[in-house]
């Protein structure tokens, strides 16, 4: 049984930074990569950051600098970095897996989901 969980998220004012992490366990297919999503209150989940197979990472237009995305393979965890958040960073965060991903940011691409975690960015 695959399992994504992750963790990290919480309360900041704008300007601070936040870690999420996402352990996966269950999954052993090759050829898989990784990525970050998120959703706000009223609006579609959106890409926010990916780790091809190779481990190149790729980021949403809106990251900017901001987030960097990594991979620790032995510990099979995807982390997400974030600095300098932003109101509109605001939002429930999943990470996700899928195999032979064409489109980084494609939520129908990836096979596997975790619950998300919550970031909540405010004066």
């Known amino acids: 049984q695959v399992q994504l969980e992750e963790s990290g998220g919480g309360s900041v004012q704008p300007g601070g930074s936040l870690k999420l992490s996402c352990v996966m366990t269950g999954y052993t297919q090759s050829s898989s990569s990784m990525a970050w999503f998120r959703q706000a209150p009223g609006k579609e989940r959106e890409g926010v950051a990916a780790v091809d197979t190779d481990g190149s990472p790729k980021y949403a237009h809106f990251v900017k600098g901001r987030f960097t995305v990594s991979k620790d393979t032995a510990k099979n965890t995807l982390y997400l970095q974030m600095n300098n958040l932003q109101t509109d960073d605001t939002g429930i965060y999943y990470c996700?897996?899928?195999?032979?991903?064409?489109?980084?940011?494609?939520?129908?691409?990836?096979?596997?989901w975790g619950q998300g975690t919550q970031v909540s960015v405010s004066s």
């Open positions: 996700a897996v899928g195999r032979y991903i064409a489109d980084f940011f494609g939520t129908t691409e990836y096979n596997f």
